[in-house]
């Protein structure tokens, strides 16, 4: 019997297509909104697939739904908010040992292309470009979208376990030191996005370690230890730009030292830093934000006076914080050339008209397969409110990391 009427379906949807395959009238441009209203329903046997085929130009058109009926894949709505655009929307359905072969037409690169143009907020199924054909990754994009039309809030999580390790006999001819680093990420992000209101809330731990051979007081010194907080709430004035408030939130877990000495460096919950930002946030395209606060807020707490030296963080003799008040931009950008690819550039000013605190991070994620990838960090860094002894004057940091292991991303 299922048979009979999964035969019956596919013959009343090839029948569709030739019928509006065969009108004469005009093609017109793309349509204003696509939604899928609900989500399918037994997924595991079934696929939505195929979808958007030739548009055909009619007049006084609203609405358009092909319904396949609820023990199907569900149905798509088509809205059109011109007046002027007619869809026609198919489904065709696939048993799961062809599912896996199919992708997402290339027409849907147009498609979503136009959507954010006229409706920057409106969830949409992506297509990325890839180096390797991946069905069951286009399979997983694409319920992760109809769930997402389903929920303003979106989260995900990053686990990330990488290391570098390189080995040098004592008597090779060419010199050189042996060593070998890790580096440990845990990442989440959860956020709400409404049509004016959007809320963003980030939590970041990362530690790192590396063999220091030119340390005689200790063998392995830490290289990378942060935990961070960071929440911006954003209300929509006009079109991609946006009143911002954002709080952020930073201290240390473990003790960093001076080589061969034992000046602390940094030391647990020291210092503790809070940054506060009033201001505007421009969003002109999806994964890139550029805030500008003209009112902002700076924090830094240590703790341990005795064994730290406070005035690298630019506080005062007899004082154990630092307030202070001034201006801050902020610029994010994470670009995918590739789906194998992961570009996230953070570039963070403060100001107190003064001195200045810049801070350039740029990571680049190149994904081996769901589990394994290999990351680039560039981290350049210039702060003068620092407090420096006599005529010595602030120098431009670095650190860069190089590194390959385990990583997966849970959404």
Same mark, same amino acid.
């Given at each position: 019997?299922?048979?009979?009427?999964?035969?019956?379906?596919?013959?009343?949807?090839?029948?569709?297509?030739?019928?509006?395959?065969?009108?004469?009238?005009?093609?017109?441009?793309?349509?204003?909104?696509?939604?899928?209203?609900?989500?399918?329903?037994?997924?595991?046997?079934?696929?939505?697939?195929?979808?958007?085929?030739?548009?055909?130009?009619?007049?006084?058109?609203?609405?358009?739904?092909?319904?396949?009926?609820?023990?199907?894949?569900?149905?798509?709505?088509?809205?059109?908010?011109?007046?002027?655009?007619?869809?026609?929307?198919?489904?065709?359905?696939?048993?799961?040992?062809?599912? *896996?072969? +199919?992708?997402?037409?290339?027409?849907?690169? /147009?498609?979503?292309?136009?959507?954010?143009? !006229? %409706?920057?907020?409106? #969830?949409?199924?992506?297509?990325?470009?890839?180096?390797?054909?991946?069905?069951?990754?286009?399979?997983?994009?694409?319920?992760?979208?109809? *769930?997402? +039309?389903?929920?303003?809030?979106?989260?995900? /999580?990053?686990?990330?376990?990488?290391?570098? !390790? %390189?080995?040098?006999? #004592?008597?090779?001819?060419?010199?050189?030191?042996?060593?070998?680093?890790?580096?440990?990420?845990?990442?989440?992000?959860?956020?709400?996005?409404?049509?004016?209101?959007?809320?963003?809330?980030?939590?970041?731990?990362?530690?790192?370690?590396?063999?220091?051979?030119?340390?005689?007081?200790?063998?392995?010194?830490?290289?990378?230890?942060?935990?961070?907080?960071?929440?911006?709430?954003?209300?929509?004035?006009?079109?991609?730009?946006?009143?911002?408030?954002?709080?952020?939130?930073?201290?240390?877990?473990?003790?960093?030292?001076?080589?061969?000495?034992?000046?602390?460096?940094?030391?647990?919950?020291?210092?503790?830093?809070?940054?506060?930002?009033?201001?505007?946030?421009?969003?002109?395209?999806?994964?890139?934000?550029?805030?500008?606060?003209?009112?902002?807020?700076?924090?830094?707490?240590?703790?341990?006076?005795?064994?730290?030296?406070?005035?690298?963080?630019?506080?005062?003799?007899?004082?154990?914080?630092?307030?202070?008040?001034?201006?801050?931009?902020?610029?994010?950008?994470?670009?995918?050339?590739?789906?194998?690819?992961?570009?996230?550039?953070?570039?963070?000013?403060?100001?107190?008209?003064?001195?200045?605190?810049?801070?350039?991070?740029?990571?680049?994620?190149?994904?081996?397969?769901?589990?394994?990838?290999?990351?680039?960090?560039?981290?350049?860094?210039?702060?003068?409110?620092?407090?420096?002894?006599?005529?010595?004057?602030?120098?431009?940091?670095?650190?860069?990391?190089?590194?390959?292991?385990?990583?997966?991303?849970?959404?």
């Amino acid at each position: 019997m299922k048979i009979k009427q999964l035969f019956l379906l596919f013959s009343f949807v090839c029948a569709a297509n030739l019928l509006v395959a065969q009108t004469d009238t005009i093609p017109v441009s793309w349509l204003d909104t696509v939604r899928l209203q609900d989500e399918p329903a037994a997924v595991s046997d079934t696929w939505l697939l195929d979808l958007i085929q030739a548009a055909q130009h009619t007049t006084n058109v609203d609405t358009t739904d092909l319904f396949f009926g609820a023990d199907t894949l569900g149905y798509i709505m088509v809205d059109t908010l011109s007046g002027d655009t007619l869809w026609t929307v198919a489904q065709v359905l696939a048993r799961d040992s062809v599912r *896996r072969e +199919m992708a997402l037409m290339d027409s849907l690169k /147009a498609l979503n292309a136009q959507l954010e143009e !006229q %409706n920057h907020d409106v #969830p949409v199924i992506r297509v990325q470009r890839s180096l390797v054909k991946d069905a069951e990754e286009d399979h997983r994009d694409a319920m992760r979208a109809i *769930r997402n +039309m389903h929920t303003p809030w979106r989260k995900e /999580a990053t686990i990330i376990a990488q290391m570098t !390790q %390189n080995y040098v006999s #004592p008597n090779w001819y060419q010199g050189g030191v042996s060593s070998f680093a890790v580096l440990s990420i845990v990442k989440g992000q959860i956020g709400y996005y409404g049509d004016r209101f959007t809320w963003e809330n980030t939590g970041e731990w990362r530690a790192g370690g590396s063999t220091a051979k030119e340390d005689t007081l200790r063998y392995v010194a830490c290289t990378d230890d942060l935990f961070r907080l960071y929440s911006k709430a954003n209300y929509k004035a006009v079109n991609k730009l946006y009143y911002s408030f954002s709080a952020e939130f930073e201290t240390r877990f473990f003790k960093t030292y001076k080589p061969n000495t034992m000046t602390l460096k940094s030391a647990p919950f020291s210092p503790v830093r809070m940054n506060l930002a009033l201001g505007i946030d421009y969003k002109p395209m999806e994964g890139m934000s550029l805030s500008f606060s003209p009112l902002a807020y700076k924090m830094i707490h240590v703790a341990d006076t005795v064994n730290m030296n406070k005035a690298d963080f630019g506080i005062e003799v007899g004082k154990k914080t630092l307030n202070d008040i001034g201006s801050s931009i902020r610029f994010e950008y994470v670009w995918k050339p590739v789906r194998e690819v992961v570009l996230e550039t953070k570039f963070y000013m403060y100001t107190n008209y003064k001195k200045v605190e810049l801070d350039l991070e740029v990571n680049c994620d190149f994904i081996i397969n769901r589990f394994f990838s290999a990351r680039l960090m560039l981290h350049p860094r210039y702060d003068n409110t620092v407090i420096l002894d006599g005529q010595e004057k602030a120098k431009l940091q670095f650190k860069e990391l190089l590194s390959i292991g385990f990583a997966h991303k849970f959404r």
